[in-house]
């Protein structure tokens, strides 16, 4: 089992930048495929971005492609988000997650979920 918590949320402004981070507890991280999700209000959880265990293969939702980088480092148990070019529409709380099953976009096959990090582009 794992544990996530989320780091970084805020307040930014149109075209400016954030990072996201997710630790995990444990000694267990290296084991798991990593995700990014969000939820914007009266929307779904929608998948933004996933990475492999060792980081050498990643996929990003056709949204966030080119401006978000997802990226990992093991030692430190941690996952990060890097969100540049923000959007108004980027405004949602960001979820990290983790699963075994592979580099997958899928919500529900991940198990384990942080409690969420509030981020808001404005105009």
């Known amino acids: 089992q794992v544990q996530l918590v989320e780091y970084g949320g805020g307040l930014v402004q149109a075209g400016g930048s954030l990072r996201l981070s997710c630790a995990a507890s444990?000694?267990?991280?290296?084991?798991?495929?990593m995700g990014w999700f969000r939820q914007a209000p009266g929307k779904e959880r929608e998948f933004v971005a996933t990475?492999?265990?060792?980081?050498?293969?990643?996929a990003y939702a056709d949204s966030v492609k080119g401006r978000f980088t997802i990226s990992r480092d093991n030692a430190k148990n941690t996952v990060y988000l890097q969100m540049n070019s923000l959007k108004p529409e980027d405004t949602a709380v960001y979820y990290c997650?983790?699963?075994?099953?592979?580099?997958?976009?899928?919500?529900?096959?991940?198990?384990?979920w942080g409690q969420g990090t509030q981020v808001t582009v404005s105009s």
């Open positions: 990475i492999s265990r060792s980081g050498g293969n990643t």
């Open positions: 444990g000694r267990t991280f290296s084991r798991y495929y």
């Open positions: 997650a983790a699963t075994t099953r592979g580099v997958i976009t899928t919500a529900e096959l991940y198990s384990f």
